[in-house]
């Protein structure tokens, strides 16, 4: 049986990045009979902030995103990484097979550097791609479907079982990336979509929420709204979140707008939305009537999560000679 491993921080609600970047792949590749594993990085927080704020309830949330989204937890393990002391053991031997050179060019660290919340910089934010390789490899995954952002990460845990196979015997898979075909989701002020940046439109939100986030986009002064990816990308950006929600050509919805301005392209682009997520957060407010399932989901994935974390680091161990 193909498995599946793939996480998010939880630093916030999931948003329309997440779902056609990751989420609506996960769901598929669940229904198609894989077995997933969705790890809830939480010491991964505090990477690029001081303090992990309200963890347990944006650990909650997610866990309502998941299941709106169409995440069964009777066929999918959804744990949280700090609950599972094994996998963080693994990070030790991974942290040296890395350089520190290695580490200090990835590219997706350096652009978390440029928006991180942090005093200083610290040495989590350099070494948290050797920990997300424990998240992944503790599992064994055939593949980590992700968005682009994680591309490097990937490479660094491909290595890492690589170098770790290499040196102690083999006892790792190097998992493929699976990207989907929205690999990377602008927000509203044309840089990638992301919780922490404010220009996310959240899965969870009501239809007003969703109506002032879109407002507030960033577009231009043309009154002819036409696709042009290259010369308008903040309208091409609006235009594709409308196309990709109603699964439409975004030239088409372009030239139905016509001279319609960016008033009636936002206004297009809100329906399109609010449209397509109405059964997700019909399901989502059903979920959140009753948090102790939620609560129940995460103590069982836990469970299952810890069992196959400690078989591995067994392995890693006796691999590695005289570990206990
Ligand atoms: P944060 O700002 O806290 O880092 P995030 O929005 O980047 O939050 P993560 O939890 O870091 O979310 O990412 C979870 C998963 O969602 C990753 O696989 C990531 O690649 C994917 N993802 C996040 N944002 C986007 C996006 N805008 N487009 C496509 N995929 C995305
Ligand atoms: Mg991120």
Do not use: W
């Given at each position: 049986?193909?498995?599946?491993?793939?996480?998010?921080?939880?630093?916030?609600?999931?948003?329309?990045?997440?779902?056609?970047?990751?989420?609506?792949?996960?769901?598929?590749?669940?229904?198609?009979?894989?077995?997933?594993?969705?790890?809830i990085?939480d010491?991964?927080?505090?990477?690029?902030?001081?303090?992990?704020?309200?963890?347990?309830?944006?650990?909650?949330?997610?866990v309502?995103?998941?299941?709106?989204?169409?995440?069964?937890?009777?066929?999918?393990?959804?744990?949280?990484?700090?609950?599972?002391?094994?996998?963080?053991?693994?990070?030790?031997?991974?942290?040296?097979?890395?350089?520190?050179?290695?580490?200090?060019?990835?590219?997706?660290?350096?652009?978390?550097i440029?928006?991180?919340?942090?005093s200083?910089?610290s040495?989590?934010?350099?070494?948290?791609?050797?920990?997300?390789?424990?998240?992944?490899?503790?599992?064994?995954?055939?593949l980590?479907?992700v968005?682009?952002?994680q591309?490097?990460?990937?490479?660094?845990?491909?290595?890492?079982?690589?170098?770790?196979?290499?040196?102690?015997?083999?006892?790792?898979?190097?998992?493929?990336?699976?990207?989907?075909?929205?690999?990377?989701?602008?927000?509203?002020?044309?840089?990638?979509?992301?919780?922490?940046?404010?220009?996310?439109?959240?899965?969870?939100?009501?239809?007003?929420?969703?109506?002032?986030?879109?407002?507030?986009?960033?577009?231009?002064?043309d009154?002819?709204?036409?696709?042009?990816?290259?010369?308008?990308?903040?309208?091409?950006?609006?235009?594709?979140?409308?196309?990709?929600?109603?699964?439409?050509?975004?030239?088409?919805?372009?030239?139905e707008?016509?001279?319609?301005?960016?008033?009636?392209?936002?206004?297009?682009?809100?329906?399109?939305?609010n449209?397509?997520?109405?059964?997700?957060?019909?399901?989502?407010?059903?979920?959140?009537?009753?948090?102790?399932?939620?609560?129940?989901?995460?103590?069982?994935?836990?469970?299952?999560?810890?069992?196959i974390?400690e078989?591995?680091?067994?392995e890693?161990?006796?691999?590695m000679?005289?570990?206990?």
């Amino acid at each position: 049986m193909t498995r599946i491993l793939t996480g998010d921080r939880p630093t916030g609600p999931l948003h329309l990045g997440h779902y056609f970047g990751t989420l609506h792949n996960r769901v598929r590749l669940q229904n198609e009979g894989a077995e997933v594993v969705l790890v809830i990085a939480d010491y991964q927080v505090i990477t690029d902030r001081d303090l992990a704020d309200d963890l347990l309830g944006h650990t909650e949330r997610l866990v309502l995103d998941y299941l709106a989204a169409g995440i069964d937890p009777a066929r999918t393990t959804v744990f949280t990484h700090s609950a599972v002391p094994a996998l963080n053991q693994l990070l030790l031997p991974f942290l040296s097979l890395v350089s520190v050179a290695e580490l200090g060019r990835n590219p997706t660290v350096k652009d978390e550097i440029a928006h991180s919340r942090q005093s200083a910089v610290s040495g989590l934010m350099y070494t948290y791609p050797a920990h997300q390789a424990a998240d992944i490899l503790f599992c064994k995954p055939d593949l980590v479907p992700v968005g682009q952002d994680q591309a490097p990460h990937l490479e660094v845990t491909r290595t890492i079982a690589r170098r770790f196979n290499d040196r102690y015997g083999h006892v790792f898979p190097e998992p493929e990336i699976l990207l989907s075909d929205t690999p990377l989701l602008l927000g509203t002020d044309g840089t990638k979509m992301s919780k922490s940046r404010g220009n996310a439109i959240p899965l969870g939100a009501t239809p007003d929420e969703t109506a002032a986030v879109i407002r507030r986009a960033t577009t231009d002064p043309d009154r002819r709204i036409t696709y042009e990816p290259d010369t308008r990308p903040h309208v091409a950006n609006l235009l594709r979140l409308a196309a990709l929600c109603q699964d439409r050509d975004p030239y088409e919805i372009a030239t139905e707008i016509g001279d319609g301005g960016a008033a009636a392209l936002k206004r297009h682009v809100t329906d399109a939305v609010n449209t397509f997520l109405a059964p997700m957060r019909a399901r989502r407010a059903e979920y959140a009537r009753d948090l102790s399932y939620v609560r129940e989901v995460l103590r069982e994935g836990n469970k299952r999560a810890n069992a196959i974390a400690e078989a591995t680091l067994d392995e890693v161990r006796a691999a590695m000679g005289g570990f206990r």
